[in-house]
């Protein structure tokens, strides 16, 4: 089981907006949706895009390189249904934002099984 990573304050991600980070050996794109907090794998595996820069609508984070486009609640791209991004659990407590990485600290992008 991995251990919860702090990764960020709760006000570097205000509402409506996203982030990239690093946990471990991953690049994380960190999305605030209406203060629920979301993390999935930062590196569009398009062509490694950082996701955490791109703009995010409602659940939408659009890669900032060439639009890829995927849901951060799911990881799942909202075309591909093959394409999908590792989501890694998020909390908040007293103001900082913890990730807990999903498989350890395997390679960004794998997708996990189950
Ligand atoms: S690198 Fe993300 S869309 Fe191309």
């Known amino acids: 089981m991995s251990e919860w990573i702090e990764i960020a ?6 509402p409506g907006t996203s982030i990239e980070r690093v946990a471990g050996d991953r690049m994380i794109a960190l999305a605030n949706v209406d203060g629920r907090w979301h ?13 955490g820069t791109g703009r995010l ?4 984070l659009t890669c900032p390189w060439h639009g890829w486009q995927f849901d951060v ?3 799942r791209h909202t075309i591909s249904p093959t394409t999908r991004q590792t ?3 998020v ?4 103001g900082r ?8 600290y395997a390679a960004a992008g794998m997708e996990q099984p189950g």
């Open 97 to 104: 934002v913890y990730v807990r990485l999903a498989g350890g």
């Open 87 to 89: 989501v890694h659990e």
């Open 73 to 75: 609640v799911t990881g």
């Open 9 to 14: 304050t709760a006000d570097e991600c205000p």
């Open 39 to 51: 993390a999935i794998d930062g590196l569009c595996p398009h062509q490694g895009g950082p996701l």
């Open 57 to 60: 609508c409602g659940t939408v």
């Open 91 to 94: 909390r908040e407590e007293g």
